[in-house]
């Protein structure tokens, strides 16, 4: 049975059906609430709540930890990037976890940025170590996964092409939300990843809605058994699964791809973003971004997160 627990400036809470409970614990960090879950088992019997809606709850995921992020990992995404999914390769980038902020939190963007994107993601957080070379298989991934969050991967697009530079363009502090829970999952609910539907809107309109059965390209498993071969993982690190087609950035109609492989770097990016700038769907200053993700049945629900965009 999934357990959604909350985090305040000065507390950790776990849902139950009377309300929000606090959790008798003095960690600080999402490391260390995860080495007590009896401590969390034990909040969820207690009959002292409090209205969840009265918290003013920020990111379950503390730093600093580590943020990986899977590339172009779902098939509409991957197409509407002008790419083909059957030669797409299963690679990954590095997010400072200083960009991690609250659900209810402003996005800031810097002044300098002018193309600001989102990318609605599902978030899964470590629970166990995963050492270099640790064997992950399909019988045994879940145990590596304590839970999942609702997150979005905002991305500075004018600084991510041009410099072919993923690490900058999305590290800015605030380009990272998450939560509003962490939710805690047993290894059938885990096993349920599929049923997920990611949807993301901007004022209120619908921009991105997926399902991750029949779309993702690469599976948490598979994520996670790349992973071990090179990177360590700890309780508590974060790993981003990508996201569907929907953000504002999509490819150029074929013609114009064509016509800008021939100009020099300096003169096809200035073109692209001569042509970008007519794309109402890039975020502006004080654009609202609504983020849910959860099973169409509601067994599992992540909760839902707004932002709203402002400018530096």
């Known amino acids: 049975m999934s357990t959604t627990i909350l985090r305040t400036t000065d507390s950790w809470w776990v849902r139950t059906p009377g309300g929000a409970a606090r959790i008798d614990t003095d960690a600080t960090t999402t490391r260390g609430l995860l080495a007590g879950p ?3 088992d034990a909040a969820r019997g207690t009959t002292t709540t409090v209205d969840p809606a ?6 379950p995921v503390t730093a600093p930890c580590r943020v ?8 509409s995404h991957v197409k509407d990037a002008g790419l083909n999914p059957d030669t797409i390769p299963l690679t990954f980038f590095r997010k400072t976890s200083g960009s991690i902020s609250g659900p209810f939190d402003d996005i800031i963007r810097p002044d300098h940025v002018r193309f600001l994107d989102y990318e609605v993601e599902i978030g899964l957080v470590i629970g166990q170590a ?18 999942l969050v609702v997150t979005n991967d905002v991305s500075a697009r004018d600084v991510q092409l041009p410099k072919t530079q993923f690490f900058e363009s999305k590290s800015y502090p605030t380009f990272t939300p998450v939560g509003p829970a962490l939710v805690l999952l047993d290894d059938h609910e885990l096993k349920r990843f599929g049923d997920l539907r990611l949807r993301l809107w901007v004022n209120g309109q619908l921009r991105q809605d997926s399902v991750v059965d029949g779309d993702m390209v690469f599976s948490p498993l598979e994520a996670l058994q790349a992973l071990s071969r090179f990177q360590r993982l700890d309780p508590g690190d974060l790993l981003l699964t990508g996201t569907p087609e929907g953000t504002a950035l999509s490819a150029p109609p074929k013609p114009v791809e064509i016509i800008a492989a021939f100009l020099p770097p300096a003169l096809k990016w200035k073109v692209f973003f001569k042509r970008q700038a007519q794309n109402p769907k890039y975020l502006k200053h004080g654009d609202v971004v609504e983020v849910s993700i959860g099973s169409d049945d509601g067994a599992i629900d992540l909760g839902r997160q707004r932002t709203v965009v402002r400018t530096a």
């Open 38 to 40: 009896t401590r969390i």
């Open 54 to 59: 009265t918290l003013d709850v920020v990111s």
């Open 68 to 75: 990986v992020a899977q590339m172009t990992n779902f098939t």
């Open 130 to 147: 995963i050492p270099v070379g640790t064997q992950v298989t399909a019988d045994n991934w879940t145990t590596f996964v304590a839970g």
